[in-house]
Structures are given as C-alpha cells and as structure tokens.
C-alpha cells in the first residue's frame, strides 16, 4: 500500500504591485506538478487578508488550516533591502504549531543576490517555529531577465537545483509524517 501523496503548500510570498514573484512560483509548481508523489497548493499571501494584529478571524483560521493540512512547504521570496517581505513573515507569525516538525523550501529571486540574504534570513524564522529548513534552494539573480514572455527558464542551476530541492523536500515530507503519525512532536 502506498502513501499518499506529500501535500505541499507554495507561498508567495510579495504582495507588492507590479511583484515579479507570482512568474516564479507559476515556474515552480509546474516542476513540482511533474511529481506523482506531490499534492500542490498556492498560498499567495496577496489574496489572502492576515492580519497585522494576529486576531483570530476567519481568514486567519483558514490560513492555518491549510499549514495544519500540509505536509511540506516551499517559501517563493523576492529580496526587499536584504530582507524577505513583512506580508511573508507575518504569514509565519499568524500560524504556530501548525508550522512544527514540517520541512520547508526556498525559492528566492532578486537583483545581484538573487534574494539569498532573504533566505539565509528566513532560515532563522523557520528554525523558531520549529521547521526543518531543507539545505537546497533556487535563487534567481536578476530574474527578470531569466524568464522569456512564457514564464519559462532555461537557467541550468534553477532547474538542477528545483529537482533536487523537491527531492530533498519529498524525502523530509515523509520522514516527517511517518513520525509525526508514530509520535506527535513534542513542541
């Protein structure tokens, strides 16, 4: 009998006008969607009313439904004056327990760094609320020159490394939900 599959959530993480990350998280999930052991979701933070405050509202307790349901997330973050986006962590802070004993991904995308400062920053975050952050990441330096009209790439390290960051993910995911199942993270 085999398990079902690994239900990964996407956030988007910019909510800004004129955001450049929604073409990398499309790119992103249509890897992803190439996996038969992956259930996909977008979570795009810009459609999505959190609030500042940390209230409990219905929005808010959808939001976490869907992180207590996941099994795995990828976080797509643009680079902001070498940090990640206030909307990406307040996302974080609204949800807690939910997050725990979860593996996470990073997909970054800026300008010379290619958002990496924003990923080595959210690292930190992930590791509080009990993540486990996976080693591989995809960053994309200068990205908007790395996507054609299609949303497509042909940036060899972008490919490689999506590949083996879902991989690294889908191995975590299982690891984690096997022992979540056996014994409940003692968080």
């Keep these: 009998m085999s398990a079902p599959p690994i239900r990964l959530e996407v956030l988007i993480g910019s909510v800004r006008r004129g955001r450049f990350g929604?073409?990398?998280?499309?790119?992103?999930?249509?890897?992803?969607?190439?996996?038969?052991?992956?259930?996909i979701g977008v979570l795009d933070l810009a459609d999505i009313s959190l609030p500042v405050d940390h209230?409990?509202?219905?929005?808010?307790?959808?939001?976490?439904?869907?992180?207590?349901?996941?099994?795995a997330f990828v976080m797509v973050t643009p680079e902001y004056n070498h940090g990640y986006p206030a909307a990406l962590k307040n996302a974080i802070d609204t949800a807690k327990q939910e997050w725990r004993a979860k593996p996470v991904g990073f997909v970054s995308y800026g300008g010379?760094?290619?958002?990496?400062?924003?990923?080595?920053?959210?690292?930190?975050?992930?590791?509080?609320?009990?993540?486990?952050?996976?080693?591989?990441t995809v960053s994309f330096h200068q990205a908007r020159k790395r996507f054609d009209a299609a949303g497509e790439?042909?940036?060899?390290?972008?490919?490689?490394?999506?590949?083996?960051l879902l991989g690294q993910l889908a191995w975590w995911a299982e690891v984690l939900r096997a022992a979540r199942a056996a014994n409940p993270y003692p968080g």
């Excluded at 209230?55 to 207590?68: A, H």
């Excluded at 790439?153 to 083996?164: C, I, K, M, V």
């Design 153 to 164: 790439t042909d940036d060899g390290a972008a490919l490689d490394g999506a590949e083996r």
């Design 22 to 39: 929604p073409v990398v998280a499309d790119w992103f999930v249509r890897r992803a969607r190439q996996r038969a052991d992956l259930d």
């Design 55 to 71: 209230s409990d509202t219905p929005e808010s307790q959808s939001f976490r439904r869907r992180i207590d349901e996941a099994d």
């Design 112 to 136: 010379l760094s290619g958002g990496l400062r924003a990923t080595e920053q959210l690292r930190q975050v992930v590791a509080e609320v009990h993540m486990v952050s996976i080693r591989q």
